[in-house]
């Protein structure tokens, strides 16, 4: 079976639409993949059959304009890529990455899945033209998104830099039972032992160089009672994170937020090149980052494939 014939079998699994649609869409992650640019006329180049070019430039306009994508429907197929076992709680990464075209500010808060060094892109959002950091309503709104399409049992814990922080946004997350490791900045105002507030910084002076610690008991922070963990980074600042329970694993899990800055160089300079494409229309954006979603899912999933049967010559 050819590997457009395959991916055209997996989409059909996931995704109500007809042959033509699925072909094109087949095309379109393996040209992708090819190409490694999102620029529409190279990416025509590399699809297959008798077709002139300008003809396939057509068929990417037309889908990126005239199509109604089900996004949820992308989610679950991008998840089912990646094989993780049914019921499987799986840890969250959110986070932005922007980028400016012209005079328009294009922002994309992204919620994805940490997998093997990397994250998954389950949801996002185009920040168009709103510039600095996401809102809290923007959080809520693609959070609540996963919890409809997956619930919050497959939620193992959210982690997030510091941007993603708030007394609403933690009252939210603590209404859902979701659990979070997030980054807090140096001057949170956190309840020391005796109650009273102080820059987070002051509770960890005495810290030596690579050195953690828990505070002892939750503090008052944002409203709500949480456990803070300071580490003494080699620069000499300070990665503080704040988390409303088991402290003892929380910096194991936040360490594996990087995996979404490598998603998100994988789909920018370092692989895709998503910010070089002339594109600032919302819609038409948010389907360009659908075909990117599964490509780089089709791409690492195929990547493991590899590197397992690498694996089992060896042996």
């Not at 529409?40 to 297959?48: E, G, K, N, S």
């Not at 679950?76 to 500010?105: E, H, Y």
């Not at 830099?161 to 979701?178: P, S």
């Amino acid at each position: 079976m050819s590997d457009h014939a395959q991916l055209k079998s997996i989409l059909k699994t996931h995704l109500a639409w007809h042959g033509a649609r699925l072909s094109f869409l087949s095309s379109a992650v393996l040209a992708l993949l090819v190409v490694r640019t999102v620029s529409l006329p190279q990416l025509a180049l590399a699809f297959p059959g008798p077709a002139a070019v300008a003809s396939h430039i057509k068929r990417l306009k037309r889908f990126l304009d005239d199509y109604t994508v089900n996004f949820d429907a992308i989610a679950r197929l991008v998840l089912a890529l990646i094989g993780l076992p049914a019921g499987t709680p799986f840890i969250l990464t959110l986070d932005r990455t922007n980028w400016k075209f012209g005079s328009v500010a294009i922002n994309i808060l992204t919620l994805g899945v940490v997998w093997r060094g990397t994250a998954i892109p389950l949801f996002w959002s185009l920040l168009v033209n709103q510039g600095g950091n996401s809102s809290t309503q923007d959080r809520i709104d693609i959070l609540q998104r996963f919890l409809d399409v997956f619930g919050a049992d497959r939620i193992d814990c959210l982690v997030a830099d510091r941007e993603f922080v708030g007394k609403a946004w933690f009252a939210y997350l603590r209404t859902q039972h979701i659990r979070f490791r997030i980054r807090i900045k140096a001057d949170s105002r956190v309840a020391t032992a005796r109650g009273k507030l102080a820059p987070a910084t002051n509770l960890f002076r005495s810290l030596p160089i690579d050195y953690y610690q828990i505070l002892s008991g939750p503090r008052r922070l944002w409203g709500q009672d949480l456990y803070i963990i300071g580490l003494r980074l080699p620069d000499g600042k300070y990665l503080l994170l704040a988390t409303p329970d088991t402290p003892e694993t929380a910096l194991d899990d936040y360490r594996q937020r990087w995996g979404i800055e490598t998603l998100f160089g994988s789909l920018k300079t370092r692989g895709f090149q998503f910010e070089a494409t002339h594109m600032t229309d919302p819609e038409r954006l948010k389907k360009l980052v659908a075909i990117l979603a599964i490509a780089f899912t089709w791409a690492c999933r195929m990547g493991q494939w590899l590197n397992d049967t690498v694996k089992a010559l060896r042996y």
